[in-house]
């Protein structure tokens, strides 16, 4: 909040504004008022100690005592100019551009004050104001290049291409013909339909930089695209050719003008030649070949008989085998990318991504076994990769064997880092639920709350937490809250549905019981042996026997083993768990 003497400033400082930047300067020619040497130096202790605070990133601090120099000298240039700084760096545009005009008024000589001023006002999109600004920096210093490359910028963004053409000639006649500025030029001009002089800003960096190709084939692209002069492109790809015939961007552009005249054999020869050159480095070779196989309607068959090519001359080249093994997996041909991920692997077997790749095609091949072999491998070669214990734990929870996949999922949670927060949540998720499962429900509910705690927004942890909470008869309004919001994120979840209803059964709220219940069965928990089951017991204490024994008749066809079930259907009655109140 500001002090009085912070807004009675700001009751000064409107006063001091007018409406235009010409007008602040004419308003402000009146001799300054000398302060005293007593006023100066309590001035000097109040800038210096404005300037400890910003220093230490106390802003309320800085303008306070900026607030008190401004009362000693309104017209110090230099106290305007912290002010600006200060409501810029809180993003308050408006005050900054104020304080910022009047520094640049108060003190005319210094451009810099002037130019925070332009720069505020680009901030805030007033690029009129901002051309004003800059092109009266560009007056008093015709030698800031900069300038006129804002203004060439700025009146670019106003849709002003002539004007912006103009400032960037200025920049071009100071530093020589660049890059950067002719593309803006052949921009400009092809935007205003000015097609001749775009195509003359392209001849000119040809003319100074002949040696370099990349404008040359540039100049053939426009002759093949918007001039449908294809014998000039070919001339020039010729006359590169000769004098650099491994150039890559030249292959490509070769190998795109026989696609364009569907002179297949012409183009695939140019990719082959390149692949079959010494000259040209692996890297290259490897960016060619993915360039081909990103063109469209490229032979599949022929991106794999250069990539023969290539692993033939180069066979233990782990990055080449990788892209391989990518492009086998891409067409779906599992079997054939496993020998390559492998390949890669006997090269650098601490390769992670390379082991996820290999495990995924055998979990697809339904081959679980070999899975779980790879799984062990990668770990023996990255034991602090925890995606690998995850993989194992669940895995081994699959297959009931509970113990073994506990010291899996602590293993992981061990290589985790602190910054994986939502990773180590995961684990303790797992961890929890086996303890659950082993009837461990302190453990599991402590190992619940601590990965809820670490990330409350996974549905899968908000679920069974707050199942088992209703299980055990805890925290059920909790229970209620988590579940619900798993319901707003995945309101089709049969099991988040009966998780929902079950706690409201918990509560004996029969009647939204009955309705989450009904509609995990509506979406297929008629399949369900524990949503089966469930729906049973709502049904029993809504009164509907007949219905209930019907259904836990029904929960023990789909396979609920649940010796608490068999006694509810022997004695057809509703029986509580033991832990039930």
Not at 108 to 115: A, D, F, L
Not at 314 to 329: D, G, K, M, Q, V
């Amino acid at each position: 909040m500001k002090n009085i003497r912070t807004i009675a400033l700001f009751v000064l400082l409107f006063s001091f504004l007018a409406n235009s930047y010409g007008k602040k300067e004419a308003k402000r020619e009146k001799k300054k008022p000398i302060i005293s040497a007593q006023e100066q130096r309590k001035l000097d202790y109040y800038f210096y100690e404005a300037m400890n605070q910003k220093q230490l990133g106390e802003l309320d601090g800085t303008i306070d005592l900026l607030t008190e120099c401004y009362f000693i000298d309104p017209h110090n240039a230099a106290v305007l100019y912290e002010f600006a700084m200060a409501y810029t760096n809180i993003q308050d545009v408006k005050y900054a551009i104020q304080f910022m005009t009047l520094a640049s008024i108060e003190d005319k000589s210094n451009s810099w004050y002037k130019m925070g001023l332009a720069e505020l006002y680009v901030k805030n999109h007033d690029y009129a104001n901002a051309i004003i600004i800059y092109k009266d920096i560009a007056k008093n210093h015709p030698e800031a290049n900069n300038v006129d490359y804002m203004l060439a910028s700025l009146y670019g963004q106003t849709q002003q291409a002539e004007k912006s053409i103009e400032y960037l000639n200025k920049v071009e006649k100071k530093n020589g013909i660049n890059e950067t500025i002719s593309f803006e030029k052949y921009r400009l001009y092809d935007a205003i339909e000015k097609k001749k002089k775009a195509y003359s800003e392209i001849e000119k960096l040809i003319e100074r930089f002949p040696l370099e190709a990349r404008y040359q084939l540039l100049r053939a692209e426009i002759y093949l695209q918007e001039e449908n002069k294809p014998n000039k492109a070919f001339e020039i790809y010729q006359k590169l050719k000769q004098a650099d015939p491994n150039n890559i961007l030249l292959i490509l552009a070769m190998h795109d003008y026989y696609k364009s005249n569907s002179d297949t054999i012409r183009a695939n020869k140019v990719f082959k030649e390149a692949f079959e050159n010494q000259e040209i480095s692996l890297e290259d070779k490897i960016g060619l070949l993915t360039q081909f196989i990103s063109f469209e309607n490229q032979s599949a068959s022929k991106a794999e008989e250069f990539f023969k090519l290539l692993i033939s001359k180069h066979p233990n080249n782990e990055t080449l085998h990788t892209y391989y093994a990518s492009f086998l997996l891409m067409q779906r041909r599992y079997k054939d990318a496993v020998p390559e991920l492998q390949k890669m692997l006997k090269i650098n077997p601490k390769n992670k991504d390379g082991w996820i790749e290999l495990i995924k095609v055998y979990i697809d091949q339904e081959e679980p076994k070999i899975a779980d072999a790879m799984v062990d491998s990668a770990l023996s070669y990255l034991p602090n990769e925890s995606v690998f214990y995850m993989h194992k734990g669940l895995n081994l929870i699959s297959k009931e064997n509970y113990n073994d996949a506990l010291a899996a999922f602590t293993n992981g949670l061990q290589v985790t880092t602190e910054e994986e927060q939502e990773k180590k949540a995961e684990f303790l998720l797992y961890i929890a639920d086996i303890y659950a499962t082993q009837k461990m429900m302190d453990l599991a509910l402590e190992k619940y709350e601590k990965a809820y705690q670490l990330n409350p927004n996974n549905a899968l942890l908000l679920n069974n937490y707050a199942y088992y909470l209703s299980v055990v008869n805890k925290d059920l309004s909790k229970a209620e809250i988590m579940s619900a919001k798993t319901i707003q994120i995945f309101p089709n979840n049969i099991s988040f549905l009966d998780t929902y209803a079950w706690i409201f059964f918990k509560q004996k709220n029969m009647t939204l019981a009955y309705m989450y219940i009904q509609q995990a069965m509506d979406k297929g928990g008629d399949e369900n042996p524990v949503v089966l089951e469930h729906y049973g017991d709502i049904l029993f204490l809504n009164g509907d026997k007949e219905s209930a024994i019907k259904w836990w008749l029904k929960a023990k066809e789909k396979g609920n083993k649940s010796d608490l079930l068999q006694e509810k259907i022997d004695n057809q009655n509703y029986i509580p768990a033991k832990k039930d109140d």
